[in-house]
């Protein structure tokens, strides 16, 4: 057991790549093998993933050196430097960990009977696994060019993803503008990485953090990881691609999409606390991303709620999730070198960003999972075509509300516990925000009653008399979502001295960070 | 001031590509270009790096009858390597995606064929 | 334990808010009791009137999901006819959206760097 | 109106980068060389290889050479998945 | 295409696959490696597609085969990096063994082909990965532009 959890944080990644490799193998095969494979494994991935947390939360930060003589080894004899890749999972990754466990063992179970009869499920079955490999890497690497390279596993496969229905134009459409946006984004993030290695030839996020002097090319590369990272997770301005993409994509794929900008975010919070630390103009920094997590809230409920495609206005509600998140993050980097101010109130700015997190990704992927049973059923997205299907989805129905709920911050819901952690710390830094975040929540039930209403209630419609429930896996699947969403909203203070604690421990201790890695100097 | 110019010219150069790439990507229309804008892209960021790792005057860093001098930096070389691959893959996924939307919309242009807005 | 109290405005505890709920369901459930006899099944009461026209079927009575909040958007016309201009479906602007977020907050870290 | 917004932001951006390029503080020919420098002088006895490149990307860094190889098979089956046959009815 | 150009292709794609399959196997040694040399194999099947048409190649390369072989070469890869993790996972464990565990004079030397570890197993693998998967992509690519589709 010591040594699976010595090994454990590159066994989370190469697990999944490994029976990516196979599974078009096994899939020649047998169908039925090919799924039990794949839930096996993302099971055990998935029981890795808790072991792991259990260690690092216990014993602190866990680092592993890819090819050296020793795991521990984090610099070699005879240099003053970290030479290899480094994985190096703190509490902010091993939370990240668990958000994309959960996640893709609910998308695998989601897909078995919803991809039923689609071509190709073989090829589905591999990108997906990449995709989790991919996002489980992005949060473990403690190596800036291996972030990149896992940026663009997740992009690429996600891309591929989005466009599985080639039979519908719009889900092409879809899958180009993710592909486009991703291979920009990336490729100026690489930009990014390549202006740091010229100055300091490092690539290692702790040695980079500790030589970090913050001159004038250091604040370009800021800008372009700030704007990227930005771009990717689906802030506003740069939300459009979001809206196209989720809303075209199976449903089990949006789920996933939705863990993989949460990735994205982890990385920004990645470089901005820890990568530039102190050394940055912490209160400039921390504006610029309140100003984006504001418009993102603002801008992406007023436009939820002019949507009448489903998912496109559950997508919106993304954007406007993710807003809260940032405001959060912004409020806790900006007052990050104020010692005082950051106890009384930025740690818990943090921690409800990063309690809201994993709810985000429980109650929008519960959502999801929703407007995907319905479009199973009735075969349509169109609100305007929808109604009376209460009557007969009664479980759909019954999920949809409590995502709603949950999703606009009402009681006793896990949306609204962390919720107002961010509304109570952010008052003190700025009342304003709060005010607006208090406005935005309203909105947001706005509309979800009226997705509720015009899809659920009302007499029966003609011509959906003979609509049926959606099958037991896809059943199984929301109800996964459902029961831990409830348990995490009757017992938030549990979940959050647990997890959410330890996540921003870390966050905000750039030091330990530093150590782990260069303490080690000979 | 013009000296550091000439002395950095390569880097400037790869600013410049990057540019040029940045300029395709947000004036024209047509999808291949599109492509065609990302991969100037990439190569600009592969300028770059490999601009970063060369020494006054150095080899090749591979020691089979390496004549004597310095080395230039191998790890830049190796992340070029990794990005010309994954931009290769990249554009061979987006040209897959640009068929499949001629085929249904029977148009090139990034805004004739785009189905979903607001 | 289940409680999150660290600003000391107030405090939030799911088991309290619990309680509370089920004595205002009970509440509600008395109100409804009262109420529940005088309810008979399959008379006039249980039908729908409508000034006694006769009912238009389900799909004309379905109110549609693109009516809901008529006046809504009717009052922030102005806003919403700027906001959905911006979003065109074109793949060119959001690269332009990405540059142009680049350059300003670049300018802004320039002025900071500028001025202190 | 788009046209002059789009202009205006490229040059900004352009204008930072170049600047950049000015003020980098090691100038062209003379990199910082730490890690690399390391590299160079113990590939032969660690990995091996002649070739340093060779025991950096199959090596030193590994990793991300399997991530490029992920990255290359999932570009392959994403468009053998996309392109694929027997898809249902098109609808544009 | 023309018949001479069909001949040429035809006696060209041996030392193609020769030249290639060298770039692969040396690659620990002089420059190049999995990737340069499987595009460069991977450029002659395009030369065998400009030649002949898709049509004709796809009846001998099967996408079930290719995608055979790429799956087998990334396994081949990874399992090489798993084979490592009684240390740690990537740990060149072949350096100093009997198989290809050659390790070369510091400096300047001519070179042998025995060294590298596992350097050459995993050119190897990326290789063949790299040679199937460019092969099946262009493959398709050609064949669903020119209107048939791949099976």
Redesign the interface.
Same mark, same amino acid.
């Given at each position: 057991m010591a040594t699976l959890i010595e090994h454990s944080s590159i066994l989370i990644i190469a697990v999944p790549l490994l029976i990516a490799f196979l599974t078009p193998l096994i899939g020649m095969a047998s169908k039925k093998a090919r799924n039990a494979v794949v839930i096996v494994g993302l099971s055990f991935v998935a029981f890795l993933v808790f072991a792991l947390a259990r260690d690092v939360i216990l014993n602190g930060i866990h680092t592993y050196t890819l090819g050296a003589t020793s795991p521990s080894l984090t610099i070699p004899e005879g240099a003053m430097m970290p030479i290899r890749i480094i994985l190096e999972v703190d509490g902010v990754s091993v939370f990240m960990g668990i958000v994309v466990a959960i996640v893709s063992l609910v998308a695998v179970v989601y897909s078995l009977s919803s991809m039923k009869g689609e071509t190709g499920q073989n090829r589905f079955y591999t990108l997906l696994l990449l995709m989790v490999a991919g996002a489980f890497g992005m949060v473990f690497t403690g190596d800036l060019f291996n972030l990149f390279v896992f940026l663009e596993i997740t992009s690429i496969s996600g891309a591929a993803l989005v466009a599985f229905k080639t039979r519908f134009a719009d889900s092409q459409e879809g899958g180009f503008k993710y592909i486009v946006v991703s291979a920009v984004a990336s490729l100026m993030v690489l930009f990014a990485i390549s202006l740091l290695y010229a100055q300091y030839n490092l690539l290692n996020i702790g040695a980079l953090a500790a030589a970090m002097q913050y001159t004038m090319l250091d604040r370009i590369a800021l800008v372009i990881l700030i704007a990227a990272f930005a771009m990717k997770l689906g802030g506003v301005p740069m939300h459009m691609w979001l809206s196209d993409t989720y809303s075209v994509a199976p449903v089990s794929i949006t789920v996933l999409l939705i863990t993989v900008s949460q990735a994205s975010m982890y990385a920004l919070m990645r470089i901005g606390f820890i990568l530039y630390g102190v050394t940055l103009d912490l209160a400039v920094v921390g504006w610029i991303i309140i100003a984006i997590g504001i418009l993102s809230m603002f801008i992406g409920v007023t436009m939820a709620v002019r949507q009448t495609d489903i998912t496109r206005l559950i997508a919106y509600n993304c954007v406007c999730e993710s807003g809260f998140m940032l405001v959060g993050f912004g409020v806790g980097l900006a007052v990050l070198g104020n010692h005082t101010a950051l106890r009384t109130y930025g740690t818990t700015a943090i921690s409800g960003a990063i309690f809201h997190m994993i709810n985000h990704a429980l109650f929008e992927g519960l959502l999801f999972l929703v407007a995907g049973a319905i479009f199973y059923r009735i075969g349509t997205r169109d609100l305007n075509r929808m109604g009376g299907l209460g009557h007969t989805m009664k479980f759909t129905a019954a999920f949809f509300l409590l995502g709603a709920l949950a999703s606009s911050g009402l009681p006793p819901f896990n949306g609204f516990a962390s919720k107002i952690l961010i509304y109570e710390s952010v008052y003190q830094f700025n009342p304003v925000l709060t005010i607006i975040g208090i406005l935005v929540s309203i909105i947001t039930l706005a509309v979800f009653v009226k997705a509720f209403f015009s899809a659920f209630t009302g007499a029966v419609l003609p011509k959906y008399e003979d609509i049926k429930e959606v099958p037991k896996t896809m059943i199984a699947a929301m109800t996964i979502f459902a029961v831990i969403i409830i348990i995490f909203g009757l017992f938030p203070g549990l979940i959050v001295d647990w997890i959410v604690r330890p996540a921003t421990d870390a966050l905000v201790d750039q030091a330990s960070y530093i150590n782990t890695i260069m303490g080690a100097i000979p | 001031m013009i000296e550091t110019l000439i002395r950095n010219f390569p880097l400037v150069a790869a600013v410049v590509l990057m540019g040029i790439g940045l300029y395709i990507l947000i004036f024209k229309r047509n999808l291949i270009k599109i492509v065609m804008g990302i991969t100037i892209l990439s190569s600009s960021v592969n300028l770059f790096l490999v601009t970063l790792g060369y020494r006054t005057g150095g080899i090749a860093p591979i020691y089979t009858d390496a004549p004597e001098g310095l080395m230039v930096l191998p790890v830049v070389q190796a992340l070029t390597l990794t990005n010309i691959v994954i931009a290769v893959a990249t554009s061979a996924l987006i040209l897959s995606l640009v068929i499949r939307i001629y085929r249904h919309t029977g148009s090139l242009d990034s805004k004739k064929s785009r189905r979903m807005k607001g | 334990m289940t409680l999150i109290a660290e600003s000391g405005y107030e405090f939030w505890n799911p088991i309290i808010w619990l309680i509370t709920f089920a004595v205002v369901m009970v509440i509600v459930y008395f109100f409804r009791k009262r109420g529940v006899e005088k309810y008979k099944k399959g008379e006039d009461q249980t039908k729908i009137f409508l000034c006694g026209e006769e009912v238009p079927g389900a799909e004309q009575r379905q109110v549609r999901g693109g009516n809901v909040y008529w006046g809504f958007f009717e009052t922030l016309k102005e806003y919403y006819d700027g906001i959905v201009r911006l979003h065109t479906g074109i793949v060119n602007d959001y690269v332009v959206w990405f540059v142009a977020v680049m350059a300003i907050s670049a300018i802004i870290l320039l002025i900071v760097k500028l001025v202190g | 109106m788009?046209?002059f %917004?789009?202009w205006?932001?490229?040059i900004?951006?352009?204008v930072?980068?170049?600047? +950049? +390029?000015?003020?980098?503080?090691?100038?062209?020919?003379?990199?910082?060389?730490?890690?690399?420098q390391?590299?160079?002088d113990?590939?032969?006895?660690?990995? +091996?290889?002649?070739?340093?490149?060779?025991?950096?990307? %199959?090596?030193?860094? $590994? %990793?991300?050479?399997? $991530?490029?190889?992920?990255?290359? %098979?999932?570009?392959?089956?994403?468009?053998?998945?996309?392109?694929?046959? $027997?898809?249902?009815?098109?609808?544009? | 295409m023309s018949k001479i150009v069909r001949t040429v292709a035809n006696q060209l794609m041996l030392f193609v696959l020769v030249f290639g399959l060298y770039v692969i196997m040396h690659g620990h040694v002089t420059p190049g490696g999995g990737f340069q040399g499987g595009a460069v194999i991977a450029s002659g099947v395009v030369m065998l597609i400009v030649a002949f048409g898709s049509g004709q190649i796809k009846k001998s390369l099967r996408e079930r085969r290719l995608s055979l072989v790429e799956s087998s070469g990334a396994l081949l890869f990874i399992l090489v990096a798993f084979a490592g993790i009684g240390t740690v996972f990537f740990y060149n464990f072949l350096v100093g063994s009997r198989i290809f565990g050659g390790i070369p004079p510091t400096g300047s030397n001519p070179g042998d082909v025995w060294t590298g570890g596992v350097i050459p197993l995993m050119n190897l693998g990326v290789g063949l990965k790299v040679i199937a998967g460019l092969s099946a992509a262009v493959l398709a690519l050609a064949l669903f532009s020119s209107g048939e589709e791949m099976e």
């Amino acid at each position: 057991m010591a040594t699976l959890i010595e090994h454990s944080s590159i066994l989370i990644i190469a697990v999944p790549l490994l029976i990516a490799f196979l599974t078009p193998l096994i899939g020649m095969a047998s169908k039925k093998a090919r799924n039990a494979v794949v839930i096996v494994g993302l099971s055990f991935v998935a029981f890795l993933v808790f072991a792991l947390a259990r260690d690092v939360i216990l014993n602190g930060i866990h680092t592993y050196t890819l090819g050296a003589t020793s795991p521990s080894l984090t610099i070699p004899e005879g240099a003053m430097m970290p030479i290899r890749i480094i994985l190096e999972v703190d509490g902010v990754s091993v939370f990240m960990g668990i958000v994309v466990a959960i996640v893709s063992l609910v998308a695998v179970v989601y897909s078995l009977s919803s991809m039923k009869g689609e071509t190709g499920q073989n090829r589905f079955y591999t990108l997906l696994l990449l995709m989790v490999a991919g996002a489980f890497g992005m949060v473990f690497t403690g190596d800036l060019f291996n972030l990149f390279v896992f940026l663009e596993i997740t992009s690429i496969s996600g891309a591929a993803l989005v466009a599985f229905k080639t039979r519908f134009a719009d889900s092409q459409e879809g899958g180009f503008k993710y592909i486009v946006v991703s291979a920009v984004a990336s490729l100026m993030v690489l930009f990014a990485i390549s202006l740091l290695y010229a100055q300091y030839n490092l690539l290692n996020i702790g040695a980079l953090a500790a030589a970090m002097q913050y001159t004038m090319l250091d604040r370009i590369a800021l800008v372009i990881l700030i704007a990227a990272f930005a771009m990717k997770l689906g802030g506003v301005p740069m939300h459009m691609w979001l809206s196209d993409t989720y809303s075209v994509a199976p449903v089990s794929i949006t789920v996933l999409l939705i863990t993989v900008s949460q990735a994205s975010m982890y990385a920004l919070m990645r470089i901005g606390f820890i990568l530039y630390g102190v050394t940055l103009d912490l209160a400039v920094v921390g504006w610029i991303i309140i100003a984006i997590g504001i418009l993102s809230m603002f801008i992406g409920v007023t436009m939820a709620v002019r949507q009448t495609d489903i998912t496109r206005l559950i997508a919106y509600n993304c954007v406007c999730e993710s807003g809260f998140m940032l405001v959060g993050f912004g409020v806790g980097l900006a007052v990050l070198g104020n010692h005082t101010a950051l106890r009384t109130y930025g740690t818990t700015a943090i921690s409800g960003a990063i309690f809201h997190m994993i709810n985000h990704a429980l109650f929008e992927g519960l959502l999801f999972l929703v407007a995907g049973a319905i479009f199973y059923r009735i075969g349509t997205r169109d609100l305007n075509r929808m109604g009376g299907l209460g009557h007969t989805m009664k479980f759909t129905a019954a999920f949809f509300l409590l995502g709603a709920l949950a999703s606009s911050g009402l009681p006793p819901f896990n949306g609204f516990a962390s919720k107002i952690l961010i509304y109570e710390s952010v008052y003190q830094f700025n009342p304003v925000l709060t005010i607006i975040g208090i406005l935005v929540s309203i909105i947001t039930l706005a509309v979800f009653v009226k997705a509720f209403f015009s899809a659920f209630t009302g007499a029966v419609l003609p011509k959906y008399e003979d609509i049926k429930e959606v099958p037991k896996t896809m059943i199984a699947a929301m109800t996964i979502f459902a029961v831990i969403i409830i348990i995490f909203g009757l017992f938030p203070g549990l979940i959050v001295d647990w997890i959410v604690r330890p996540a921003t421990d870390a966050l905000v201790d750039q030091a330990s960070y530093i150590n782990t890695i260069m303490g080690a100097i000979p | 001031m013009i000296e550091t110019l000439i002395r950095n010219f390569p880097l400037v150069a790869a600013v410049v590509l990057m540019g040029i790439g940045l300029y395709i990507l947000i004036f024209k229309r047509n999808l291949i270009k599109i492509v065609m804008g990302i991969t100037i892209l990439s190569s600009s960021v592969n300028l770059f790096l490999v601009t970063l790792g060369y020494r006054t005057g150095g080899i090749a860093p591979i020691y089979t009858d390496a004549p004597e001098g310095l080395m230039v930096l191998p790890v830049v070389q190796a992340l070029t390597l990794t990005n010309i691959v994954i931009a290769v893959a990249t554009s061979a996924l987006i040209l897959s995606l640009v068929i499949r939307i001629y085929r249904h919309t029977g148009s090139l242009d990034s805004k004739k064929s785009r189905r979903m807005k607001g | 334990m289940t409680l999150i109290a660290e600003s000391g405005y107030e405090f939030w505890n799911p088991i309290i808010w619990l309680i509370t709920f089920a004595v205002v369901m009970v509440i509600v459930y008395f109100f409804r009791k009262r109420g529940v006899e005088k309810y008979k099944k399959g008379e006039d009461q249980t039908k729908i009137f409508l000034c006694g026209e006769e009912v238009p079927g389900a799909e004309q009575r379905q109110v549609r999901g693109g009516n809901v909040y008529w006046g809504f958007f009717e009052t922030l016309k102005e806003y919403y006819d700027g906001i959905v201009r911006l979003h065109t479906g074109i793949v060119n602007d959001y690269v332009v959206w990405f540059v142009a977020v680049m350059a300003i907050s670049a300018i802004i870290l320039l002025i900071v760097k500028l001025v202190g | 109106m788009r046209q002059f %917004f789009a202009w205006l932001c490229l040059i900004v951006l352009m204008v930072f980068l170049v600047i +950049g +390029g000015f003020k980098m503080i090691h100038p062209f020919g003379e990199p910082p060389s730490a890690m690399d420098q390391y590299i160079i002088d113990n590939s032969q006895k660690e990995a +091996g290889s002649n070739n340093v490149v060779a025991a950096v990307v %199959f090596d030193y860094r $590994g %990793f991300d050479t399997l $991530g490029e190889a992920t990255v290359l %098979f999932a570009a392959v089956t994403g468009v053998l998945l996309v392109l694929r046959a $027997g898809a249902k009815k098109e609808e544009a | 295409m023309s018949k001479i150009v069909r001949t040429v292709a035809n006696q060209l794609m041996l030392f193609v696959l020769v030249f290639g399959l060298y770039v692969i196997m040396h690659g620990h040694v002089t420059p190049g490696g999995g990737f340069q040399g499987g595009a460069v194999i991977a450029s002659g099947v395009v030369m065998l597609i400009v030649a002949f048409g898709s049509g004709q190649i796809k009846k001998s390369l099967r996408e079930r085969r290719l995608s055979l072989v790429e799956s087998s070469g990334a396994l081949l890869f990874i399992l090489v990096a798993f084979a490592g993790i009684g240390t740690v996972f990537f740990y060149n464990f072949l350096v100093g063994s009997r198989i290809f565990g050659g390790i070369p004079p510091t400096g300047s030397n001519p070179g042998d082909v025995w060294t590298g570890g596992v350097i050459p197993l995993m050119n190897l693998g990326v290789g063949l990965k790299v040679i199937a998967g460019l092969s099946a992509a262009v493959l398709a690519l050609a064949l669903f532009s020119s209107g048939e589709e791949m099976e």
